[in-house]
């Protein structure tokens, strides 16, 4: 079965300063791994998503994560965060091909202080 | 295009109560499926459905019942809420692309049983 760990709940940050959201997953099939973002009230975004190829994807917002395979990481990163960054962010994991059920983490809580 | 729209915003129910979650989609996305928010425990899947008149279980789907009868709607029924229901609902539509199924979020619905 596959699962999603989170490695930090709530993440403190300066305005400005980089920020890195960790998150593992396990699986014994190949995957297709998803970064989602809910501001206060609102439902989920999509952020980016890594499908094959490039192990770097960049998504919106200025954020970026890295698949590494062989430590099963998929880490979001940003240089310089803003005030507006502030939201929970969801990483995700689904079977590569067909309809993918995701399967989510329990969300960082990031928290962007001026 | 109104995208994926939740009625309602918010509910708040007694024990033993019934009520139906509205879900509807413009997209005419074939795929839709319901999640339940939990705190620290981020989405997980209650039911899904890969087109009219099919539907399938999730990851917790005891005590809610779905059905699709048109490719637009797919309404979640609790038939007697419990306290353990008090949850965030969030409905989901995809579709395919580029392999896999890109799924839109609702605004979500805050249920809270007493």
């Known amino acids: 079965a596959q699962s999603v760990t989170q490695l930090d709940s709530q993440v403190p940050v300066f305005e400005e300063a980089p920020v890195e959201l960790r998150c593992n997953y396990s699986?014994?099939?190949?995957?297709?791994l998803f970064w989602y973002v809910q501001y206060p009230n609102q439902g989920l975004q999509l952020l980016l998503k890594?499908?094959?190829?490039?192990?770097l994807v960049k998504g919106i917002n200025g954020f970026e994560a890295e698949f590494n395979k062989s430590q099963t990481s998929f880490h979001l990163r940003k240089p310089s965060v803003h005030i507006s960054d502030t939201a929970e962010y969801f990483c995700?994991?689904?079977?590569?091909?067909?309809?993918?059920?995701?399967?989510f983490g329990a969300g960082t809580r990031l928290a962007v202080h001026p | 295009n109104a995208g994926v729209t939740q009625t309602p915003k918010f509910q708040v129910l007694k024990t033993g109560q019934s009520m139906t979650l509205q879900c509807a989609q413009d997209?005419?996305?074939?795929?839709m499926s319901w999640y339940r928010q939990d705190p620290g425990m981020g989405l997980r899947l209650i039911h899904y459905?890969?087109?009219?008149?099919?539907?399938d279980q999730g990851e917790v789907p005891n005590g809610y019942n779905v059905s699709r009868s048109t490719t637009e709607d797919f309404p979640l029924r609790l038939l007697s809420a419990a306290p353990s229901q008090t949850s965030v609902y969030f409905c989901?539509?995809?579709?395919?692309?580029?392999?896999?199924?890109?799924?839109?979020f609702g605004p979500g619905t805050r249920l809270t049983v007493l």
């Open positions: 699986s014994s099939v190949s995957v297709y």
């Open positions: 997209m005419n996305h074939e795929y």
């Open positions: 890594y499908l094959s190829g490039s192990t």
């Open positions: 459905s890969v087109g009219a008149g099919i539907t």
């Open positions: 989901a539509s995809s579709y395919p692309t580029g392999g896999h199924y890109e799924q839109f």
């Open positions: 995700a994991v689904s079977d590569a091909g067909g309809y993918n059920k995701l399967i």
